[in-house]
């Protein structure tokens, strides 16, 4: 680390090129903002592939290396979630500590098989004055990399040292929330508070609701390093998706996958709703395919049976949810890995339509509608094949939708999609008042 003296002119000179205008006038994330909060630290990196700018250039491990070489910082420690810091590891697949081999540094696993918790321990910690969180989230609740931010916030309030989110856009429209309110009786690490399964947060928010409400209570030692924003605030006012920051404010973003299941803003989306089939044992949702959760099948299914009673029996919901997607089959697909690996699968592939930018309910009306469309699919193939054909997982859909309402409406064939869609209406408007609102840094 440079001197007293040294690190003080380096801050003064890094800072100013900041207010020169070295960082883009886009949006971008806190990686491309004033780093200043993290002068002077002994950081512990949390991070993955997605940790980087917008234009896929530098990564955050990179620049940290970079400024730690400059001596305003020193990086000596990264934290892997799930998937690991490279995104090489399976999903759910636990993995131990080991060095990077590129940075020579310990890359401490939080998402280890003996650390059931999954926070940073006090061995991790030992050199460490700054957790630093960047991580590109999609902006639900069952995404791991939510909760392994909650656990560092835990862990750096038992360690008494510091906390700090370099912020990212909400990938799915930042405006909008859906889906019932986790039951705290199913906590779990894809569920680490109480949230609907659209969040309408950004990483930075949500850090700050798990602090005050969860009373971990860093208070000071919490720090938000916001978005980059433009000068007409494109994401402070407007809170835009990713697909609209692109084609209706036409910025220049690329788009970073969060996980190796979702190479794509289109699987994200569609994982915003199709997430639910992870109750079921028995249909691929295409994980181990290309395009992972835009198909979904079974060696048994016969799509045109399926087409045909969908048509059928669900004709006002094809109606109402299936606006902006269209419903291709026969389909047939083969996944490498997860559920029916290497068996040849027929089912349904999913298209997203062309969307009208011009049209912000239409917009708002698009992000809304993945959850009951996945609703529709769901509920018909229970129909169709029945519960003990589609090996329905009691416990793991209790923790995954996180409540007993919706599981038991989602089983009753005689309650429509729109009568759950309308049930979570009282809780997620409860939530948005008292809860969400608090903590929205873009408004």
Known sequence: MASGVEQNRNVRKYHNNIKAGSTSSYVQPGINNSLQPLFGHNIGLITNPSGQNYQLSQSTIDLLMELTKQGYLNLVALFAPEHGIYGDKPPGQFFNDYIDPYTKLPVYSLYSETNPTHEPLPYMLKNVTMLVSDIQDVGMRPFTFISTMCEGLIGAKKNSIKFTVLDRINYLNGNIIAGPILNMKYKSFIGIYKLPIVTGMTMGELALLFDKEMYINLDNDLTIIPIVDDSSQTYGKYRPSFREIRQVFRQPILYLPPSPNLPTIESVELYSGMVLFESLFNIS?????????????????????????????????????????????????????????????????????????????????????????????????????????????????????????????????????????????KDLVKFDKNVRQKYLIYK
């Open 285 to 425: 949702i295409g994980r181990g395919t290309t395009n992972p959760f835009q198909v979904i099948g079974s060696p048994f299914i016969d799509s045109r049976k399926w087409m045909s009673f969908l048509q059928q029996e669900f004709a006002t919901e094809l109606s109402l949810y299936f606006k902006y997607v269209q419903l291709s089959y026969p389909t047939y697909f083969i996944p490498s890995l997860d559920i029916h690996q290497n068996a040849p699968c027929e089912g349904i592939r999913l298209v997203l339509k062309p969307l009208d930018y011009n049209n912000i309910t239409n917009i708002e009306e698009y992000y809304r509608s993945f959850l009951p469309l996945s609703l529709t699919l769901m509920k018909s193939l229970l129909k169709l094949y029945g519960k003990e054909l589609l090996i329905w997982r009691t416990d793991f859909a209790h923790i995954l939708i996180g409540s007993e309402e919706t599981i038991s409406q989602i089983l009753d064939n005689s309650v429509t999609v729109g009568e759950i869609v309308n049930s979570w209406n």
